[in-house]
Every structure is written in C-alpha cells, then in structure tokens.
C-alpha cells in the first residue's frame, strides 16, 4: 500500500507540475464533526485547478489510519441535523454534491453524481497529505458546498450499502 500511496504522490505531483489552468485556489478549514456539532480545526484542504481537473491538497491531523470516504455535500454547512428523533453529525450538509442529477454512487471517475471524490489516505500518525486529483471538478463547481470526510471507506457503489458504506460523517468543512 505505501509504494501506490507513493506512486500516486508521484503521479499527482507531475500534474501539480504542470500548474493550474485558471489559477483558482481555495482553501477549506476542516473540522472534527459530531451529534452536538462542529468541533476542533483538524487543518485544512486546498482545492487547485489544474488542467487535468481538481487538485485536492489535504493538510489533516487527528484522523483516524486508514482510508476515508471523502465527498463533496450540497449544502455550505456542518452543523447536526436531526433525523428519526436523533441527532446526526454534519447532517445539515445535506446529500453528496449532484448537479447533473445521476442520482447515483459511481466514484470520482465515472458518471456517477460528482460529488463522490477520490478516497482520503491518514497515515499511522493520523495525518493526511497525500495529493488526490478529481478528473470532473473545478474549483468553481465547490463554491457554496461542504466537503466531508467519512468514518469508513467508500466502495464507489450503492450496494451492500447506499453512497458506498463510508458510514458516519467525522470531519467538515465549507467551502467558500
């Protein structure tokens, strides 16, 4: 895993390489989220364009190892909603980030709703930094919208479980 972890970085810095297209750059402060709302700052994500699509430049501390569900949500907010008489972290985000209306789960690659984002990567020391690149998105598209990272990781698929089983919602941002 650490050599594609490597590989990857290698690949995603060739692209930075090549340097944004439009030079637009933002950047989200990520927070812990929970059933009583948003917590401690855990970092930030910078989101570039480049010609090859969105450079997403994670700064995150605190995470738990492994591989996250990492998507972009609808709505600009990371506050608890509740539903079914409870309260659930980050909840007012709302559904993943659908423009085109796919209404369905496929991965960052395919034609799936767009905001399905390539998975987060946290080390052993909990940290993540790893580069990732989606292909579909610029910048502009984010404006407005909550990027979420998930307990779990993403299969890319609604089934066994629906928006791919990354389970419960643990960091967010809102992306300016």
Known sequence: MRTQACLITIG??????????????VTVQV?????EGVGRSIGTVTLTDTQHGL????????LTPGLHGFHVHQNPQCGPA???GKKVAAL?????????????HEGPYREGHKGD??????????????PLLAPRLKAADLKGR??????????????????GGGGARVACGTIP
């Not at 995603?12 to 750059?25: K, Y």
């Not at 007012?92 to 369905?104: E, K, L, M, R």
């Open 12 to 25: 995603i810095g060739v692209l930075a390489a090549c340097g944004p297209t439009a030079a637009e750059e």
């Open 31 to 35: 927070n812990l989220v929970d059933g």
């Open 55 to 62: 450079l997403i430049t994670p700064r995150l501390e605190g």
């Open 82 to 84: 509740e539903k079914d």
């Open 92 to 104: 007012a985000a709302g559904d993943h980030f659908d423009p085109d209306h796919a209404s369905h």
């Open 117 to 130: 984002l390539p998975a987060l990567f946290v080390d052993e020391a909990g940290r993540a930094s790893l």
């Open 146 to 163: 909550a990027l979420m990272v998930h307990a779990g990781a993403d299969n890319y698929s609604d089934a066994p479980e629906k928006l």
